[in-house]
């Protein structure tokens, strides 16, 4: 037989020989390189690389009852405002020695319950779900197999399940409440689509309940909901100003959508902000670098994902965490709202 077909695979012991540690000491530079001296660590991945030593992740999992592995199934990977959030998470799952699987659903919840399925099966030790609507067979798989998880971007409103997130309907009432305080009363919203995203629903029904708080409301036909695309921002507006006449303000389901409506904006002679506010949800880095800036709502997506991260860590290290955690939103007011324009005819005469 041909020598690599005989050749046997190098082991722990024979990668501890090499570098002249214990084989305790490799299993840690292994599973926490950070826990481990410099020199120490370079002399056990010197000897890892020179013998081709892989870990036997079965037989490690066999042991410890551990594969230490995370899932992850956020609704797309089509939208950088998530990658934020992803970046963060797999950098702390990391420093304690995780992996994270990532997979995502396109807002099937079909879908969801399969890859959920499918990093169940493969034995990880946590999932991380993004959001509060969910298949109950995903909850029920979830439970059937005693798997720590924790639910992030939302809140659960019946304290049933961990979560770490954002109160959106809160941040829209904020939003909304901005926008009326400077006189608007013309209101159009281009949502995401609101199926299968309870973050874009509670967006809409926190604008809805700032104007009916006001005695406003947003009529139906200023109403569109479209995919987090700009070239559906750019449709949305169409539609909202088209076929609803003009609105002194449009919110947007989030920065994207916004982005989009300020191009049509631009390409369809309509200033922003003199004739028409236009606002977004999410603050990403564009939003600041824009001329004129977008006016938005900024989520800590980066710190949301070292808080999951933290939640499974704790959990899996057998240690009480806390079941809910809110983190704060904040306002950002920037150049493309401003008082509408009957308003500021009225103040100048």
Same mark, same amino acid.
């Given at each position: 037989?041909?020598?690599?077909?005989? #050749?046997?695979?190098?082991?722990?012991?024979?990668?501890?020989?090499? =570098?002249?540690?214990? %084989?305790?000491?490799?299993?840690?530079?292994? %599973?926490?390189?950070?826990?481990?001296?410099?020199?120490?660590?370079?002399? /056990? &991945?010197?000897?890892?690389? !020179?013998?081709?030593?892989?870990?036997?992740?079965?037989?490690?999992?066999? *042991?410890?009852?551990?594969?230490?592995?995370?899932?992850? /199934?956020?609704? +797309?990977?089509?939208?950088?405002?998530?990658?934020?959030?992803?970046?963060?998470?797999?950098?702390?799952?990391?420093?304690?020695?995780?992996?994270?699987?990532?997979?995502?659903?396109?807002?099937?919840?079909?879908?969801?319950?399969?890859?959920?399925?499918?990093?169940?099966?493969?034995?990880?030790?946590?999932? /991380?779900?993004?959001?509060?609507?969910?298949?109950?067979?995903?909850?029920?798989?979830?439970?059937?197999?005693?798997?720590?998880?924790?639910?992030?971007?939302?809140?659960? @409103?019946?304290? +049933?399940?961990?979560?770490?997130?954002?109160? $959106?309907?809160?941040?829209?009432?904020?939003?909304?409440?901005?926008?009326?305080?400077?006189?608007?009363?013309?209101?159009?919203?281009?949502?995401?689509?609101? *199926?299968?995203?309870?973050?874009?629903?509670?967006?809409?029904?926190?604008?809805?309940?700032?104007?009916? =708080?006001?005695?406003?409301?947003?009529?139906?036909?200023?109403?569109?909901?479209?995919?987090? %695309?700009?070239?559906?921002?750019?449709?949305?507006?169409?539609?909202?100003?088209?076929?609803?006449?003009?609105?002194?303000?449009?919110?947007?389901?989030?920065?994207?959508?916004?982005?989009?409506?300020?191009?049509?904006? $631009?390409?369809?002679?309509?200033?922003?902000?003199?004739?028409?506010?236009?606002?977004?949800?999410?603050?990403? &880095?564009?939003?600041?670098?824009?001329?004129?800036?977008? !006016? !938005?709502?900024?989520?800590?997506?980066?710190?949301?994902?070292?808080?999951? *991260?933290?939640?499974?860590?704790? #959990?899996?290290?057998?240690?009480?965490? &806390?079941?809910?955690? &809110?983190?704060?939103?904040?306002?950002? /007011?920037?150049? +493309?709202?401003?008082? @509408?324009?009957?308003?500021?005819?009225?103040?100048?005469?």
């Amino acid at each position: 037989m041909k020598e690599n077909q005989t #050749r046997k695979s190098a082991t722990l012991a024979d990668v501890a020989r090499l =570098a002249k540690v214990s %084989t305790a000491t490799v299993s840690r530079a292994l %599973t926490l390189p950070h826990k481990v001296k410099p020199l120490t660590l370079s002399r /056990v &991945e010197h000897a890892v690389q !020179t013998l081709g030593y892989v870990t036997h992740g079965a037989a490690r999992a066999l *042991a410890s009852r551990r594969t230490r592995t995370i899932g992850a /199934v956020i609704p +797309t990977l089509d939208n950088a405002i998530f990658a934020n959030t992803t970046h963060a998470l797999q950098k702390t799952l990391d420093e304690a020695g995780y992996t994270l699987l990532l997979a995502s659903h396109e807002f099937d919840p079909e879908v969801e319950v399969r890859v959920t399925r499918a990093f169940i099966e493969r034995g990880i030790d946590g999932l /991380v779900l993004l959001g509060t609507s969910h298949h109950p067979s995903v909850f029920r798989m979830i439970e059937g197999h005693h798997l720590p998880y924790v639910l992030t971007w939302a809140l659960d @409103p019946n304290g +049933t399940h961990p979560c770490v997130g954002f109160d $959106n309907r809160a941040a829209a009432i904020r939003l909304a409440g901005y926008l009326l305080d400077l006189g608007h009363r013309e209101f159009a919203m281009i949502s995401g689509i609101t *199926a299968n995203n309870e973050r874009a629903r509670e967006r809409m029904a926190g604008v809805r309940q700032a104007l009916a =708080a006001r005695g406003g409301r947003l009529p139906a036909k200023r109403v569109v909901e479209k995919p987090f %695309t700009l070239g559906a921002g750019r449709e949305g507006l169409r539609e909202v100003t088209d076929e609803a006449g003009m609105p002194t303000c449009v919110i947007c389901g989030n920065d994207v959508l916004a982005i989009g409506a300020i191009a049509e904006c $631009n390409a369809r002679g309509i200033a922003v902000p003199q004739q028409i506010s236009i606002t977004g949800f999410d603050d990403m &880095e564009i939003a600041s670098l824009m001329t004129p800036g977008l !006016t !938005t709502v900024h989520f800590p997506t980066a710190e949301l994902g070292v808080y999951a *991260a933290n939640h499974l860590l704790e #959990r899996l290290a057998g240690r009480n965490v &806390e079941p809910r955690r &809110e983190l704060p939103v904040e306002l950002v /007011v920037r150049g +493309t709202t401003a008082p @509408p324009p009957a308003q500021r005819e009225s103040g100048r005469t």
